[in-house]
């Protein structure tokens, strides 16, 4: 069926002067024979005659027969290229690979006839024939584990200087906005508290809950043996207060608002939105980092406190179910077994914690690069730095107050 799309179908395209019955005569004898190779000895030349098509369809049968030469008792060899037909990039490799294997044994190699521009295509193949650099010699495994420590800390030494920069950077820009609180903006500070904050009630508080039932149920396990079932309460309030519920609400934060901190950062990075903001004169740290700092160590105590509650009801649930401890009882025995500041410890490392995990998911989102595996890539180091960071910080934290005697 004719294309009416397509004119030239069901022509011959010849070359113009040229009648379409040669056209196709021609091409019949240059795909009917194939390409051929001569061999005869001038003196102590090797003279190989090139004949027919040398292409692609054609080299196949002399790519053998090239390969397995072996010419004995002549100093040079010649390379005819008069009788060619037809010569393409596969030809002019085959011609190349031959004359660098008969050079490397010690044989003169020249080429002879031929156009101009199947020289050309030889000459263009050899350019582009680089040898592959020989692979590095085995290393010591020793030597290798002390490399990449070497290069794995002054990577850490390299990020940890950034951080610290970006650290500082952030703090002048929260001073100068306290100096100048217009700066401040609040629909989005207030934007963020609601996704930091309120959005994270719900996880926060069954985590919390459940935490609180565990504890109670392991203390009562333990110390039933003893007949001190009532110091279960002493061992929840305690752990709650001033561990558990903070711990693992800066984690549940980390993981949640801190890596969405660098996915939108690292987001609109990559769209190049935060370089539009300084073209328009925006400073990105007013605009992305402040609300987001600021919102975070503001929430984050009230979350905490939130926890605290949680993990005393969780408690006293089980306490309740399990030492048929009444409501009233744990409340007496909290009231007189637990400090009041069990409370305030958790309490004062809240907003330190906060502050580490927001300027920790921002600095990795300035970080990105742009495409989108990056944003992945700092995602998940955002979520890792800032929960190891959050441990070390509560160890330093329990070693001070274990100094202090609180």
């Given at each position: 069926?004719?294309?009416?799309?397509?004119?030239w179908?069901?022509r011959?395209?010849?070359?113009p002067?040229?009648p379409?019955?040669?056209a196709r005569?021609?091409e019949a004898?240059s795909?009917?024979s194939?390409?051929r190779?001569g061999?005869?000895?001038?003196?102590?030349?090797?003279?190989?005659?090139?004949?027919?098509?040398?292409?692609?369809?054609?080299?196949?049968?002399?790519?053998v027969v090239?390969?397995?030469?072996?010419?004995?008792?002549?100093?040079?060899v010649?390379?005819?290229?008069?009788a060619?037909?037809a010569?393409?990039?596969?030809?002019a490799l085959?011609v190349?690979?031959?004359?660098k294997?008969?050079?490397?044994?010690?044989?003169?190699?020249?080429?002879?006839?031929?156009l101009k521009?199947?020289?050309d295509?030889?000459?263009?193949?050899?350019s582009?024939?680089?040898?592959?650099?020989?692979?590095?010699p085995?290393?010591?495994?020793?030597?290798?584990?002390?490399a990449?420590?070497?290069?794995?800390?002054?990577?850490?030494?390299?990020e940890?200087?950034?951080?610290?920069?970006?650290?500082?950077h952030?703090?002048?820009?929260?001073?100068?906005?306290l100096?100048?609180?217009?700066?401040?903006?609040?629909t989005?500070?207030?934007?963020?508290?609601e996704?930091?904050g309120l959005n994270?009630?719900?996880i926060?508080?069954l985590?919390?809950?459940?935490?609180?039932?565990v504890l109670?149920?392991?203390?009562?396990?333990?110390?039933?043996?003893f007949?001190?079932?009532?110091?279960?309460?002493?061992?929840v309030?305690?752990?709650?207060?001033?561990e558990?519920?903070?711990?693992?609400t800066?984690?549940?934060v980390?993981?949640?608002?801190?890596?969405a901190?660098?996915a939108?950062i690292?987001?609109?990075?990559?769209?190049?939105?935060?370089?539009?903001?300084?073209?328009i004169?925006l400073?990105?740290?007013e605009v992305?980092?402040?609300p987001?700092v600021?919102?975070?160590?503001?929430?984050?105590?009230l979350?905490?406190?939130?926890a605290?509650i949680?993990?005393?009801?969780?408690?006293?649930?089980?306490?309740?179910?399990?030492?048929d401890?009444?409501?009233?009882q744990?409340?007496?025995?909290?009231?007189?077994?637990?400090?009041v500041?069990?409370?305030?410890?958790?309490m004062?490392?809240?907003p330190?914690f906060a502050?580490?995990?927001?300027?920790?998911?921002?600095?990795?989102?300035?970080?990105v690069s742009?495409?989108a595996?990056?944003?992945?890539?700092?995602t998940?180091?955002?979520v890792?730095?800032?929960?190891?960071?959050v441990?070390?910080?509560?160890?330093?934290?329990?070693?001070i107050f274990?100094?202090?005697?609180?």
């Amino acid at each position: 069926m004719r294309n009416p799309f397509n004119p030239w179908q069901g022509r011959d395209v010849v070359a113009p002067g040229r009648p379409r019955a040669a056209a196709r005569r021609a091409e019949a004898s240059s795909t009917s024979s194939g390409a051929r190779l001569g061999q005869r000895r001038d003196a102590d030349c090797l003279v190989l005659e090139l004949a027919g098509p040398w292409t692609t369809l054609t080299v196949a049968a002399q790519d053998v027969v090239l390969d397995t030469l072996a010419p004995n008792g002549v100093r040079r060899v010649r390379i005819d290229l008069t009788a060619l037909e037809a010569f393409d990039t596969a030809g002019a490799l085959l011609v190349h690979r031959t004359a660098k294997q008969l050079t490397s044994r010690g044989l003169e190699v020249e080429l002879s006839g031929g156009l101009k521009a199947h020289r050309d295509l030889i000459e263009t193949v050899r350019s582009h024939d680089l040898d592959c650099p020989p692979p590095p010699p085995a290393r010591n495994p020793l030597v290798t584990l002390m490399a990449h420590t070497g290069r794995s800390t002054f990577f850490v030494l390299d990020e940890a200087v950034s951080l610290i920069n970006f650290l500082g950077h952030t703090v002048i820009v929260l001073i100068r906005s306290l100096v100048r609180p217009s700066r401040i903006r609040v629909t989005a500070l207030i934007n963020q508290m609601e996704r930091t904050g309120l959005n994270a009630m719900p996880i926060v508080g069954l985590v919390s809950f459940l935490i609180g039932v565990v504890l109670a149920y392991q203390g009562a396990d333990q110390l039933q043996k003893f007949g001190a079932e009532i110091f279960t309460v002493n061992l929840v309030g305690v752990g709650v207060l001033r561990e558990m519920a903070i711990l693992l609400t800066a984690i549940i934060v980390a993981g949640r608002s801190g890596s969405a901190f660098t996915a939108q950062i690292g987001t609109m990075k990559v769209n190049e939105e935060i370089d539009a903001m300084r073209t328009i004169g925006l400073d990105p740290m007013e605009v992305l980092v402040l609300p987001r700092v600021v919102a975070l160590v503001l929430v984050l105590p009230l979350l905490t406190f939130y926890a605290d509650i949680m993990g005393l009801l969780g408690g006293a649930v089980m306490a309740n179910w399990a030492l048929d401890i009444s409501f009233f009882q744990f409340a007496r025995q909290f009231n007189v077994g637990v400090p009041v500041w069990s409370f305030w410890v958790g309490m004062i490392k809240a907003p330190v914690f906060a502050f580490i995990i927001a300027v920790i998911g921002c600095y990795e989102g300035f970080k990105v690069s742009i495409s989108a595996e990056s944003v992945g890539q700092r995602t998940t180091a955002a979520v890792v730095e800032a929960i190891f960071l959050v441990i070390v910080l509560d160890a330093l934290f329990s070693i001070i107050f274990s100094i202090l005697g609180i």
